[in-house]
Nanobody, 125 residues
Framework: QVQLVESGGGSVVAGGSLRLSCAAS????????MGWFRQVPGKEREGVAS????????VYADSVEGRFTISRDNAKSTLYLQMDSLIPKDTAMYYC??????????????????WGQGTQVTVSS
């Protein structure tokens, strides 16, 4: 059983930074990919960043390219999302997700099978 628990969300002023963490259990090499998604009320969940469990070049949404960095520490079974230069449009509930093996399309929500409960990020101007 895969379980994902996010933490690190909060409120920050535009231009600030936050680092989200996702504690994962039950994740193996067969998981394939893990990623971060975000969602605001009334809109669909969108992919933010994704990375293979085995490594490689991460994939980012254009909206966060150059500002966010996804990383993972397999030894600690933890996925991170470093968010810098935050802007109000980054405000959303952020979710950690994992697949059962597929990794493409990496930012397509339907590729992911396991989800955390989310952590709220609020960026004020």
């Amino acid at each position: 059983q895969v379980q994902l628990v996010e933490s690190g969300g909060g409120s920050v002023v535009a231009g600030g930074s936050l680092r989200l963490s996702c504690a994962a259990s039950g994740v193996t090499y067969s998981t394939g990919c893990m990623g971060w998604f975000r969602q605001v009320p009334g809109k669909e969940r969108e992919g933010v960043a994704s990375v293979r469990i085995t490594g490689g070049r991460p994939v980012y949404a254009d909206s966060v390219e150059g500002r966010f960095t996804i990383s993972r520490d397999n030894a600690k079974s933890t996925l991170y999302l470093q968010m810098d230069s935050l802007i109000p449009k980054d405000t959303a509930m952020y979710y950690c997700a994992a697949t059962r093996g597929a990794c493409a399309p990496p930012l397509w929500r339907n590729v992911y099978n396991y989800w955390g409960q989310g952590t709220q990020v609020t960026v004020s101007s």
